[in-house]
């Protein structure tokens, strides 16, 4: 728990660590998406390539959207990042997730609050940009970057947990997105009160 920044430790409850194979951001994407749908294709050995499959859809099936965010240069290579044919595939370090580039597409597609830990005050959080939280929202989910090379999932307690705001423009509270402001408060705040 020493790659965690101070003000989560008191919140944090277990660690997922997932093995160490180029694909450990995704497989804690994985295995936080399983744990709300353990019938649901993340629960397999293989979750994290869905996860893949996933983020790269989104690309695909919103470009307009994505390009406007990313760029047209900055599209394709996030997708060639992202992207890996088979799920034996080698992973080299350009491969690994970066929270970045997946962090949005994560949020938007999986309509939650991804928010990414580091101990060197480089947390940041994401919301989805284009729908808002649903009648049940889900929690976030919090992927914390350790040692430079190595992503876990860290599972909070239950109610309200700190996190940084989302970085994010004053139109965005009219757009249909907007609500996740009023839906995160909590933690924001908390967050705020903390640091």
């Known amino acids: 728990m020493e790659a965690l920044p101070t003000w989560i ?8 660590n997932p093995p160490p194979d180029g694909n450990c951001g995704y497989h804690c994407l994985a ?3 399983a744990h709300d ?18 983020l790269v859809r989104e690309l695909d099936n919103q470009p307009h959207t994505w390009r406007r965010l990313l760029g ?6 996030v997708r060639e990042r992202i992207m890996v044919p088979t799920p034996d595939s080698p992973v080299d370090t350009n491969k ?6 997946a962090g949005p597409l994560a949020a938007e597609v999986y309509n939650r609050p991804v928010i990414f830990l580091s101990h060197d005050g480089g947390s940041m959080t994401f919301v989805p940009t284009s729908k808002a939280p649903g009648p049940k929202p889900k929690g976030p989910i919090f992927l914390c970057f350790a040692d430079g090379c190595h992503w876990f999932l860290l599972n909070v307690k239950r109610g309200t947990a700190p ?4 970085l994010v ?3 965005f ?6 609500p996740w402001l009023q839906q995160i408060e909590g933690s924001t705040k908390l967050y705020s009160e903390m640091t």
Do not use: C, I, M
Request: charged share 20%; no cysteine.
């Open 163 to 166: 996190f940084p705001s989302p």
């Open 173 to 178: 509270s009219k757009s249909p997105a907007g």
């Open 9 to 16: 430790v008191k919140y944090a409850q277990t660690a997922y």
């Open 31 to 33: 295995h936080a998406l």
């Open 37 to 54: 749908n353990p019938e649901g294709p993340y629960k397999s050995p293989n979750g994290w390539f869905q996860v893949r499959q996933d």
């Open 96 to 101: 690994w997730l970066s929270r970045l580039d």
């Open 72 to 77: 047209e240069k900055d599209l394709q290579v």
């Open 169 to 171: 423009s004053r139109a």
